[in-house]
């Protein structure tokens, strides 16, 4: 059970959400402006937030951005509620960090599935924060920083993700559909070079220690944990 933090303008939608949650045991608080929900979240920082891409006074995407681009909220899952079901849609709020998309109209059991789920994979992140490191790469998931031979890489919330991912499934084969599935929540029969450009990035980004990720031809990456030379 944990803090879910329901940011929602339609009243009706809001307090049928709220009262679900409530029934599974969850404590919940509302919002129905992105200004609303962004004090809310500094006052009392919530487990989970439920973010309605369409508000009155800013986007949902833009509180997305604002959240995972400050340290003291960058950790805190995102489930972004949406009418839109254009792939073009899911990816940018991948880009700016939500952690899952759910298109309305939603089955109520889908959207607490989704939560409870989230809120689950969260608490297991937790009692695993700190900082890896795999010789000079090192990772520090609970900031979201990563330094490479001591100097600190900016990344942003989507490649620190993908990165991420590869550490947890390290020494482990990864295909394109596998990782559209799993890091943007692309349905994987897309055809899309997403991946691929994404790990040119953060191969370009770890410099050095880019050979971390090899490259497993016709089939995807894989994130190697042999010793550096």
């Not at 993700?161 to 599935?181: E, G, H, I, P, S």
């Not at 929540?185 to 040119?200: L, M, Y």
């Amino acid at each position: 059970m944990g803090r879910v933090l329901i940011v929602e303008d339609e009243k009706d939608i809001r307090d049928v959400v709220a009262f679900n949650l409530k029934q599974a045991g969850h404590e919940v608080s509302t919002a129905g402006t992105a200004d609303e929900a962004l004090r809310q979240v500094r006052a009392n920082k919530p487990h989970l937030v439920l973010l309605d891409v369409m508000l009155p006074d800013r986007s949902g995407t833009e509180v997305c951005k604002t959240l995972k681009q400050n340290p003291a909220t960058n950790t805190i899952p995102i489930i972004m509620l949406t009418a839109r079901g254009e792939e073009v849609d899911r990816v940018v709020g991948f880009e700016l960090g939500a952690d899952d998309y759910v298109t309305k109209p939603f089955s109520m059991r889908e959207l607490l599935l989704r939560v409870q789920a989230m809120l689950r994979r969260s608490s297991t992140d937790v009692q695993s924060e700190g900082v890896v490191a795999m010789g000079s790469l090192k990772i520090d998931h609970a900031a979201h920083r990563v330094w490479v031979e001591a100097e600190e890489i900016d990344l942003t919330a989507l490649e620190f993700k993908l990165l991420w991912t590869f550490y947890q499934r390290k020494n482990r084969v990864q295909t394109r559909a596998r990782l559209l599935d799993d890091v943007w929540g692309v349905s994987p029969d897309i055809t899309t070079r997403t991946v691929d450009t994404h790990v040119k990035r953060l191969r370009e980004k770890l410099g050095p220690k880019c050979d971390f990720i090899e490259t497993v031809r016709g089939v995807g990456y894989r994130f190697t944990s042999a010793p550096e030379s």
